[in-house]
């Protein structure tokens, strides 16, 4: 789909023009649009009115045509300006002096045209995209090649493995079983030392207890024997 839209008759030189509209030419709409916005010239104004337009009469062909299609699909396929009448567009300026300079005004005509079909390739887009499918096709190569030659090196290193003598490593279970087993060792050789000391003691309290009651029997025989006196004593009389 393929629309056209112009502007006549606008003010300002053909030539100022001209560096705004080749900055969108090729591009695509959206895009177009936003360097429009950005670009700090007097032109860029009306150029994007005149694009709006475009978008728009090509929005508007395809519906009478029964057609669908995404304004953001299109693209800039042709625009330039062209010199308008310049006939009573003279004026005169001050100069020094007493003198006037002579001045010419200009009017111009934009004219853009979008369409929604592919782009065509350019002759370096060409070699560009040729050059990028042999980097790609090289780069495959080069890994078909390195997975080839891997299965090899892997079978050299199997090889070295099984010259080399095989060593006994103790497992991880071996030395838990070690560093469990230690400590139970010293607990059985701590326990018989225990028990022989609390027997001791309680030996030691028995002795402690009996030596006590026999102090006590000697205190109350001592105590029986002067009433036992006196009560001899008394029978005599």
């Known amino acids: 789909m393929e629309a056209i839209a112009k502007t006549k008759y ?21 895009r177009a649009l936003s360097i429009l916005k950005f670009t700090d010239k007097r032109a860029a104004d009306p150029i994007a009115q005149c694009l709006n337009s475009a978008i728009a009469n090509a929005t508007y062909k395809a ?27 003279r004026r005169m300026r001050p100069a020094p002096q ?12 934009i004219t853009i045209e ?25 780069r ?40 469990v087993e230690t400590p139970a060792v010293e607990a059985i050789e701590t326990a018989p030392e225990e028990t022989a000391v609390e027997t001791a003691a309680a030996e030691e309290t028995v002795a402690e207890a009996s030596v006590e ?10 105590e029986e024997t002067p009433a036992a006196d006196a009560s001899e004593e008394a029978e005599e009389k």
């Open 140 to 179: 495959k190569a080069a890994n078909a090649k390195k997975k080839a030659a891997a299965p090899v090196k892997k079978e050299t290193k199997a090889a070295k493995v099984e010259e080399k003598p095989v060593e006994e490593v103790p497992t991880a279970a071996e030395t838990v079983t070690e560093t």
């Open 114 to 138: 979008v369409t929604s079909e592919e782009k065509a390739k350019s002759e370096e887009q060409i070699r560009l995209d040729a050059l990028r499918d042999e980097r790609i096709a090289a």
């Open 98 to 109: 007493g003198r006037a300079y002579r001045e010419q005004r200009h009017y111009c005509h």
């Open 63 to 89: 519906e009478q045509q029964n057609i669908a299609i995404d304004p953001d699909d299109l693209w800039v396929k042709t625009c330039f300006v062209d010199m308008g009448p310049t006939k009573g567009r």
């Open 213 to 222: 009651a026999a102090s006590e029997g000697a205190v109350t025989e001592t």
């Open 10 to 30: 606008l003010k300002g030189s053909p030539r100022k023009a001209r560096l705004v509209i080749d900055l969108i030419r090729g591009t695509n709409v959206s």
